[in-house]
């Protein structure tokens, strides 16, 4: 842990195992939301994706992969 939210010591790694999920792109202003489900029966919490507006149909699904640690981002968002 690194004294911070303790889900921020993982990464989500779909380079071999993902979902339809492993396709949105990055936004600073993201229209779908990761929130941590934790279980009883599994060691690592699974991660469930929200619209945090209403999405229109055809519009792209986005969310923040939170990595710009001294990145430069180029998704154009406000």
Not at 3 to 19: F, H, K, V
Not at 20 to 42: E, F, Q
Not at 55 to 74: A, F, R, V
């Given at each position: 842990?690194?004294?911070?939210?303790?889900?921020?010591?993982?990464?989500?790694?779909?380079?071999?195992?993902?979902n339809?999920?492993?396709?949105?792109?990055?936004?600073?202003?993201?229209?779908?939301?990761?929130?941590?489900?934790?279980?009883?029966?599994?060691?690592f919490?699974?991660?469930?994706?929200?619209?945090?507006?209403?999405?229109?149909?055809?519009?792209?699904?986005?969310?923040?992969?939170?990595?710009?640690?001294?990145?430069?981002?180029?998704c154009?968002?406000?």
């Amino acid at each position: 842990n690194n004294g911070g939210n303790p889900c921020d010591e993982y990464s989500i790694d779909a380079t071999y195992y993902g979902n339809i999920t492993r396709l949105c792109n990055h936004s600073c202003s993201p229209n779908v939301i990761a929130v941590t489900v934790y279980s009883d029966v599994k060691e690592f919490p699974n991660i469930a994706f929200f619209a945090k507006d209403d999405i229109k149909k055809g519009e792209e699904l986005t969310i923040d992969y939170k990595t710009h640690n001294n990145m430069t981002c180029h998704c154009n968002t406000a």
